[in-house]
């Protein structure tokens, strides 16, 4: 997820201010927090030190950067969803079906390795923008390019 980051940034039209910090948060079952605190000590994106942030539901994930939406949300994955709205929150999860339910990235296994795809639709609907580096190494990638074209 950490990676991702590196490949994102804020399109044209986007409002409101970034903390001073890159928050990736997780939402649900926390079984990555850990390793992700590894990876990212005194790591920082776009001159903002990157931090774990736990949060207690999607509403308080709308001030992150990118949410972990764990699979064990089930059936409040879409009310998740629906409570992020077009904020520019770049949604990840492990959750089958994610990308149908709407959210950005999905982890898959393919051949024995975690790889990700990626659903524009659902970035298209935010200010966020994904780096073409980033769409040309997922395993699948959904939905049509945003009209500003990619870096």
Not at 52 to 77: K, Q
Not at 101 to 111: L, N, S, T
């Amino acid at each position: 997820m950490f990676d991702f980051a590196r490949f994102m940034r804020l399109g044209e039209g986007a409002t409101g201010s970034r903390s001073a910090t890159f928050d990736i948060c997780i939402l649900g079952h926390d079984y990555i927090g850990r390793q992700l605190e590894a990876i990212i000590v005194n790591q920082s994106i776009g001159g903002r030190q990157v931090r774990t942030v736990r949060v207690e539901d999607a509403y308080a994930g709308r001030g992150c950067d990118i949410l972990f939406i764990s699979a064990d949300e089930g059936d409040g994955m879409q009310a998740d969803l629906a409570a992020l709205g077009k904020v520019d929150v770049l949604t990840v999860s492990d959750a089958p079906d994610f990308l149908k339910e709407g959210g950005m990235v999905q982890f898959v296994v393919v051949d024995n390795h975690v790889r990700f795809a990626v659903n524009l639709d659902a970035v298209n609907r935010t200010h966020l923008v994904l780096s073409s580096e980033l769409l040309r190494v997922a395993s699948a990638v959904t939905g049509k390019p945003p009209a500003e074209g990619l870096p």
